[in-house]
């Protein structure tokens, strides 16, 4: 089922209550077009960089398109302007770090407007928790999947003989919030991701939560993205030590 695009600013009050933790207020959001989640981003980090709202999770799912980092090589992109047009997939140059990453149908999107220092967090371990949610979602679904060593975001068997990329991560700070963030393949249709070389690596295959379950020839469902968003989100939620508000 397809959610309209929602404002998460309606019921995320900000500030926290004298000697509490402040809340993580995630939301899904459904399909949504990569202009307008960028927008929505930049617009909350500007409200949380003033102290309008409190910290935000975006929980969505985009159509095709190809996202290159501000210093990433469009080479990477092994597909012609035209092939990519036949296909329906945009290409969208972002300021986050990293290099061209493939988001689509079937796949959860997830974006942390994070103000930092409010969390005692630093860059790292905030990467670290996004990892820790990626790989917990996963085993929740009966996939084992972990870090690899210099490689963010999240793999099925990461030491062993054919590493397989399952999550992607990269993230921007700006004024000491967050925003941009994971990408984790649930039911997507892996054959998109050989218009790329996947976060910059030749050769590294691309996996998902159905493939590694033995069902990938089923097609991709925002229905399986939308059951996935909760347990990212608590799992998360989990690892910064907030207590999470989840609506949508």
């Known amino acids: ?17 004298s000697g509490e933790v402040a809340p993580l207020h995630a939301r899904w959001l459904g399909r ?6 960028h927008a929505m ?7 949380r960089t003033a102290g309008a709202i409190g910290d935000q999770l975006l929980l969505l799912e985009h ?3 190809l996202t290159l980092g501000r210093q990433s090589d469009p080479a990477h992109i092994l597909a012609s302007d035209e092939e990519l047009a036949a296909r329906g997939i945009t290409v969208v140059r972002t300021e986050r770090g990293g290099e061209v990453t493939y ?11 994070i103000r930092l220092h409010e969390r ?30 210099g490689h963010p975001g999240c793999w099925c068997d990461p030491d ?17 919030v967050s925003y941009h963030g994971i990408a984790l393949n649930i039911t997507v249709d892996l054959a998109d991701f050989e218009l790329i070389d996947p976060c910059g690596m030749p050769n590294v295959p691309s996996t998902s939560i159905a493939h590694e379950l033995g ?16 347990i990212f989100a608590r799992a998360f939620a989990a690892a910064i030590g907030a207590p999470l508000q989840m609506a949508g």
């Open 63 to 65: 159509p095709a398109v």
């Open 41 to 47: 981003q930049k617009r909350l980090v500007s409200e």
């Open 160 to 176: 062993g003989q054919a590493p397989r990329k399952i999550g992607a991560l990269g993230l921007r700070v700006e004024r000491g």
């Open 1 to 17: 089922m397809e959610a309209a695009l929602i404002d998460p600013r309606s019921d995320a009050p900000a500030g926290e209550p």
């Open 103 to 113: 988001h689509g149908p079937g796949q959860l999107v997830a974006y942390p407007i």
């Open 32 to 37: 949504v077009d990569y202009p307008d989640g």
């Open 120 to 149: 005692g967090l630093l860059v790292r371990p905030l990467v670290r928790a996004l990892e820790s949610a990626l790989i917990a979602t996963c085993a929740a679904s009966g996939v084992a999947a972990g870090r690899r060593d």
């Open 215 to 230: 069902d990938p020839a089923g097609p991709p469902t925002t229905t399986s993205v939308e059951r996935a968003a909760p």
